[in-house]
């Protein structure tokens, strides 16, 4: 790739080409960037871009996060105007793709006093595809009425991510008290099974 290049203070049949890569950033999206070319600033306004001959690729790039360079060196740069006596001095350029944010968050959860515990999840969110990072989630112990933290842990640099963790609430609700009032008996307690007043001896012969 070429670049481009500006005029600086008249000189003589000498002077300095300044060669600097073009540089870029990005956030890792699961897609190749990258970026190109370089700009060039000679010291004599009469030496052009077209006197010299570069036989480097001006083009720096990836998919994951990282830095990318161009590999530009001075050795790539050639005078081709036997006129001038150029010195290239070379900056290379790169291109940078950071780690994209992720968060994962403990999804609350609840039972009721005695019962088992439901599984633990968790919801994550700012993947890109099919990309999967690992955690670790469980909760505080204990077994009375309350509210426990659910956590979730793991590495905070997962590959092209960068990993936030936020805890979930866990609630034991209270169990129901029993119920200590029995259902009547039908009829009452007493002897006569027609009601509850003292039971009656028939009167034999006389």
Do not use: H
Not at 109 to 126: F, H, I, R
Not at 143 to 164: A, F, H, K, L, R
Not at 165 to 180: K, L, M, S, Y
């Amino acid at each position: 790739s070429g670049g481009s290049s500006s005029g600086g203070n008249e000189g003589g049949n000498g002077g300095s080409g300044i060669v600097t890569g073009n540089t870029g950033t990005g956030t890792y999206n699961g897609s190749e960037q990258k970026v190109e070319g370089y700009t060039t600033s000679i010291s004599d306004p009469l030496y052009k871009e077209s006197d010299f001959a570069f036989s480097g690729t001006a083009e720096a790039g990836g998919t994951n996060a990282g830095t990318y360079n161009m590999g530009l060196e001075a050795s790539q740069f050639t005078n081709n105007n036997k006129n001038f006596d150029v010195t290239f001095n070379v900056t290379d350029g790169s291109m940078v793709i950071g780690r994209k944010a992720v968060t994962v968050t403990a999804n609350d959860s609840s039972k009721t006093e005695g019962g088992a515990d439901p599984t633990l999840t968790a919801t994550v969110t700012g993947l890109v595809g099919d990309d999967t990072i690992s955690y670790d989630i469980s909760r505080t112990n204990g077994e009375t009425p309350g509210t426990y933290v659910i956590s979730v842990t793991g590495d905070e640099i997962q590959g092209n991510y960068d990993v936030t963790f936020v805890d979930g609430t866990f609630t034991i609700n209270e169990a129901p008290a029993p119920d200590d009032d029995p259902t009547p008996t039908p009829g009452g307690g007493g002897g006569n099974p027609g009601g509850g007043g003292p039971a009656v001896t028939p009167a034999g012969p006389v």
